[in-house]
């Protein structure tokens, strides 16, 4: 598929050694997965991929999982080791985050080593879960954030992990999806335990998979990993919205390319309940081929005003663990609307953070927030720039209602030949997508018990019996929609 990104943390590996750095400090909890990526890797000047060595307190200096003849006394004769060197090498330092943190002598040899690196091609690698680089170092060190495996990676690991029975092209690309967030490790844990289940790799294996993501995310109960995306096809009318989501699936794609500006980053959805925001956010996740992760606004809250904050920034930072993704916030001013008035200052903080975290969050995360009362945000929300676009989602108009009803009978395997459709979205008028659906349900469910085929008369009784929301609450409905009206982009295209 064209929409296979490539292997992104060799790219960014490739953008530090090509750039000529000496000295590198990698974020990652990945060290085997990093020391196969700089084995992988020739550095600049040469063609062969190098020789990596690797070295941590406690098992010294190692090359290919052996233990070297020459051993280095502790972190300074490592470091006297590799400046020494007369080879072209990788040298990979596990945790050397705390040899260098109390010790200047350390700190001062790593400098020398800028330059006997850039003289002869070598290249030193701090490895490290954390980010603690000392300031006298900032300017001589790389930092790079190993991001998690991408879709490429782990169609390898699917396709190692399947022994002899290699699935076919399609699963094993539906297969690495499911595992994208996840570690390599976690990714291959995930995989065995597949096979030990079903002993095959293809898409029945996929609801395994994305259980070990759920246990992942669930670590912090903030994020929700939401295995049922949609398909276009599923989102009935909401022409303007799904071509603008086809336009910026492949800005999205060729993210790596472009500027930042450019990069979609996400979409305010606002409307009248029932019309299909939720239902958008899970087509969004499958227009663009990607995970979906819910951020849970009242688990957030749940913990008292006081925890809110910090909850909600450490939701925003996991979410930067699993890009690329889609973000799903939604019912963001559920929260707000049901805090009283000392929550103000908290609320006021919190929009600050997300739209600051909106701004700075990696381009492989796109955004999609709903609102059903988006009058109670913050104005600085709407302003232009902070998402891309602010979509209104209205009641379904005729055309729409039709093919609503087709979509949710079709699904529930009824022929619609015989219908008159046209008679139903006539009768309709007024009612939302999820009343639609209801009655749809209840007209099947009619049929069912008098064990016939379903019918227009069964349909007659059903739309009879609901009373729509834009009926009982007219008036909200109307305030929502003029508010609207100047303030957000008609996801349908007539107005
Ligand atoms: N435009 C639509 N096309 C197809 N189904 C819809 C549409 N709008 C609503 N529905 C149905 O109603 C259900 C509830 O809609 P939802 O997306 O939860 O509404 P909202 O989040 O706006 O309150 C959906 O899961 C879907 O089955
Ligand atoms: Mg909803």
Redesign the pocket.
């Known amino acids: 598929m064209s929409e296979q990104p490539e292997n992104r943390s060799l790219a960014a590996i490739r953008n530090v050694l090509d750039a000529g750095r000496a000295l590198i400090y990698l974020q990652t909890s990945e060290e085997e997965r990093a020391i196969d990526l700089f084995g992988r890797l020739p550095l600049p000047g040469s063609d062969r991929p190098p020789e990596v060595y690797v070295w941590s307190l406690t098992d010294g200096l190692q090359i290919g999982g052996r233990a070297c003849n020459t051993q280095p006394q502790g972190p300074r004769g490592i470091l006297d080791f590799i400046v020494s060197h007369r080879e072209r090498a990788v040298f990979l330092l596990r945790d050397f985050h705390e040899c260098m943190r109390d010790s200047a002598e350390i700190r001062r040899r790593l400098r020398d080593l800028v330059r006997a690196g850039w003289e002869s091609g070598k290249v030193t690698v701090i490895c490290s879960p954390v980010r603690l680089l000392p300031p006298e170092l900032e300017r001589d060190i790389a930092f790079v954030k190993l991001p998690l495996p991408d879709a490429e990676e782990l169609e390898t690991v699917v396709r190692a992990g399947a022994g002899g029975a290699v699935p076919e092209p399609d699963d094993v690309h539906r297969l690495a999806r499911a595992l994208q967030g996840l570690t390599l490790q976690e990714a291959r844990h995930a995989i065995r335990f597949a096979m030990t289940r079903i002993g095959r790799l293809d898409a029945s294996a996929i609801p395994l998979l994305q259980e070990e993501k759920r246990l992942l995310v669930r670590r912090t109960g903030l994020i929700e990993y939401v295995p049922d995306t949609a398909g276009i096809d ?5 022409e303007t919205l799904k071509n603008w989501l086809r336009q910026r699936r492949d800005l999205f794609y060729a993210r790596d390319g472009l500027s930042r500006e450019i990069v979609p980053k996400g979409v305010l959805l606002m ?10 956010a899970r087509v969004i996740a499958g227009v663009f081929g990607l995970p979906l992760y819910r951020v849970n606004m009242s688990q957030i809250f749940a913990a008292g005003l006081g925890e809110a904050e910090r909850l909600f920034a450490e939701a925003c930072r996991t979410m930067e663990e699993v890009a690329p993704a889609v973000v799903w916030f939604d019912e963001i001013e559920d929260a707000l609307s049901r805090q009283h008035q000392d929550a103000a200052g908290v609320m006021d903080r919190i929009f600050g953070f997300f739209l600051t975290w909106m701004q700075e969050r990696p381009p492989g995360l796109f955004v999609a927030a ?1 609102a ?1 009362r988006i009058d109670l945000l913050p104005a600085e929300m709407l302003r232009k720039g902070r998402f891309d676009q602010v979509f209104f ?1 209205d009641l ?1 108009d005729q055309h ?1 209602r039709l ?2 009803f087709g ?2 009978l079709r699904r529930r395997g009824v022929d619609v030949s015989g219908l008159n459709l046209n008679m139903m979205a006539t009768r309709s008028e007024g009612w ?3 009343e ?2 209801q009655c749809v349900i209840s007209a099947i469910t009619a049929a069912r018990i008098e064990n016939r085929p379903v019918g227009d008369d069964h349909f007659f009784n059903a739309l009879r019996e609901i009373v729509p929301l834009s009926r009982t609450m007219k008036e909200q409905v109307g305030y929502i929609r003029a508010w609207a009206f100047d303030r957000a982009l008609r996801a349908s295209p007539k107005a």
């Open positions: 599923q989102l009935g009318g909401l409307g009248v309940s029932g019309c299909g925001k939720s239902l958008s709903t059903n989602i379904p729409e093919e609503i979509i949710h939302t997508g999820a639609i659906e």
